[in-house]
């Protein structure tokens, strides 16, 4: 008599300002199937509920039979996972959102939710460059810019759940607006609309001949900008020097306040590659005293944009080990 076992799996979704990735999680972590779609981040959130079930529910219809879905771990920006809603997140015209209870009457499935920052902090502890290490800070550079910050182990969430937002620290006082309503956010520099705000202002002020003048500033993306400056585009290297040099200080920052044993920087971001990457770390070499900054290791995530969310999000909803108390969940979270 063969004995079949049922395959388990979890859904991870991480949801960003532009992008929303799905995927689908084994027991022990790889990611078998995903996809991803627009956020739409500016038009009422119900749509977006409905895209996502739709996702889940077309990539569910594809698993051979015996594999069951046992429920979905949510990664998005300023989400508490207390109350189990989303708390007016920048750049999102979804205000406050019950985002928990949303996708539980969507998908009939138990949703857990975590910030976008605290799951990419667990899926590198877990499967990424940080492996097995106990104090880390990750940074999530795309659309916004989050942080996950694991303390001894455990996640650091804050009185509020809020911890982590360094995005909306002051880098340049009575600086840029920002998404939240305040100015001189280091998100307002730091983030690929930061980084096309930087290239606009320099094509503005500079007269060099450069290829991205060729291109329309409504169609200017954080990815054309990195392909010019690998071409030796002077304003696009510019652009990402400068926005590399701000993000430097915010690592800076971040190192002193906690003293960790790596900063990883991850998202989508992080693809516009050396010149950005570069000019951070050199920076936080030039500030942080040498003898403590050579300590601290500045680390680049090796999974793919969203994929430690992903990881992150279910493993905190498989694993009650590292579930952060109060991960809000209506049933079947045991
Ligand atoms: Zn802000």
């Known amino acids: ?13 991480d949801i960003g300002g532009t992008n929303t990735r799905v995927g689908f999680v084994s027991e022990n972590g790889t990611i078998v199937v995903d ?5 739409m981040a500016h038009d009422p959130v119900e749509g977006f509920v409905r895209r ?12 051979p039979s015996r594999t069951v879905v046992r429920g979905v771990g949510v990664a998005a920006p300023a989400a508490n996972p207390r109350t189990g809603g989303l708390e007016d997140p920048a750049n999102f015209a979804w205000g406050n959102v019950p985002l928990v209870a949303l ?9 857990s939710l975590l910030n976008d920052g605290d799951a990419a902090v667990l899926g590198e502890v877990r499967y990424g460059v940080a492996r097995g290490m106990r104090d880390v800070v990750v940074i999530t550079l795309g659309t916004g810019l989050g ?24 880098l340049v006082p009575g600086g840029r607006m920002c998404g939240c309503g305040q100015r001189g956010c280091a998100e307002a520099y730091v983030s690929a609309p930061g980084l096309i705000r930087t290239t606009l202002e320099l094509l503005a002020e500079r007269h060099e001949t450069s290829a991205l003048r060729d291109v329309p500033s409504q169609d200017l993306q954080a990815h054309i900008i990195a392909h010019h400056a ?10 990402l020097t400068a926005t590399g040099t701000h993000l430097g200080r915010v690592l800076v920052n971040v190192i002193q306040v906690f003293d960790p044993e790596a900063v990883v920087l991850c998202g989508g971001l992080v693809k516009a590659g050396a010149p950005l990457i570069d000019h951070a770390f050199s920076t936080v070499h030039e500030i942080v005293p040498a003898r403590y900054g050579e300590k601290v290791r500045l680390l680049v995530s090796s999974l ?4 430690a969310a992903i990881l992150g999000a279910t493993s905190a909803m498989r694993d009650s080990r590292l579930r952060p108390n109060g991960i809000a969940a ?3 979270n045991e």
Not at 3 to 13: C, P, S
Not at 35 to 39: I, K, L, V, Y
Not at 147 to 170: D, P, R, S
Request: some cysteine.
């Open 52 to 63: 996502l079930a739709s996702a889940v529910q077309e990539m569910c219809g594809a698993f």
């Open 35 to 39: 996809t991803a779609f627009e956020t």
């Open 1 to 13: 008599v063969s004995v079949h076992r049922d395959t388990v799996l979890y859904a991870g979704v």
């Open 330 to 332: 209506r049933a079947g």
């Open 230 to 239: 690998a071409k030796g585009d002077p304003v696009a290297l510019a652009a």
């Open 147 to 170: 942080a996950g910050i694991m303390v001894n182990g455990a996640l650091l969430q804050g009185a509020h759940g809020a911890a982590g937002e360094v995005g909306h620290t002051t």
């Open 304 to 307: 793919n944009s969203g994929e």
């Open 103 to 111: 996708l539980e009457d969507a998908l009939e499935l138990p949703v």
